[in-house]
């Protein structure tokens, strides 16, 4: 199962809109609506912040949302603080009852 | 509060064993799946396995299949990973992560536990 496709790196300024996308195929994204989008700041613990593509759980800030268009899941942070600097990794369900990682997106507010 | 504790890492020699192990607390263990995750050094998040709530289930990525076994005891609120044939390449640190519910994210993190193989 290879990792899912990110692009290594995203930088916005503040209050800013960036958007990460997140690559896959028909085999996990594409086909399962079981994607989940990750923030890990440096050292520290991952932190879940969309499941099933578009759920954010609660204590999450509304500045962050999901959606999907084919094999590509998307993450959305609106309004761009500087504690959002970190690393970003989406996760997908596959055809194998398995998950998988993606890449991971390295977000840095100028 | 949900709390997941693991513990068992070390430095260990390629072709050797070990046996990691999660404490949790503050939820009902009994009703969610658990995951193991890894990420080495300077490196990105690999998943390694799952299992069911009862146990029963349990799934593996590729690269650790038939060298890892993940297991659960309900009955003491612990899941544990046991690897076998150690490589280099196995030097990460572990986490033990929670379901939201089946299928899905992952809502809940351990620090982690660092296992190196080294020789």
């Known amino acids: 199962q290879s990792a899912l496709t990110q692009t290594a790196s995203v930088s916005g300024y503040p209050e800013q809109s960036i958007t990460i996308s997140c690559t896959g195929t028909?085999?996990?994204?594409?086909?399962?609506?079981?994607v989940s989008w990750y923030q890990q700041p440096p050292g520290k613990v991952p932190k879940l912040l969309i499941y099933?593509?578009?759920i954010r759980p609660s204590g999450v800030s509304n500045r962050f949302s999901g959606s999907k268009s084919g094999n590509t899941a998307s993450l959305t942070i609106s309004g761009l603080q500087p504690e959002d600097e970190g690393d970003y990794y989406c996760c997908s369900y596959t055809n194998s009852a398995t998950r998988v990682f993606g890449t991971g997106t390295a977000v840095t507010v100028l | 509060q949900v709390q997941l504790v693991e513990s068992g890492g070390g430095v260990v020699q390629p072709g050797t064993s070990l046996r990691l192990s999660c404490a949790a607390s503050?939820?009902?263990?009994?009703?969610?799946?658990m995951h193991w995750v890894r990420q080495a050094p300077g490196k990105g998040l690999e998943w390694v396995a799952v299992i069911s709530s009862d146990g029963n289930n349990k799934y593996y990525a590729d690269s650790v299949k038939g060298r890892f076994f993940i297991s659960r005891d309900n009955s003491k609120n612990t899941l544990y990973l046991r690897m076998n044939n150690l490589t280099l390449d196995d030097t990460a640190v572990y986490s033990c992560?929670?379901?939201?519910?089946?299928?899905?994210?992952?809502?809940?993190w351990g620090q982690g536990t660092l296992v190196t193989v080294s020789s």
């Open positions: 992560a929670k379901d939201v519910r089946s299928l899905t994210g992952m809502d809940h």
């Open positions: 028909s085999s996990d994204v594409g086909t399962y609506n079981y």
């Open positions: 099933d593509v578009t």
């Open positions: 503050g939820f009902t263990f009994s009703s969610f799946a």
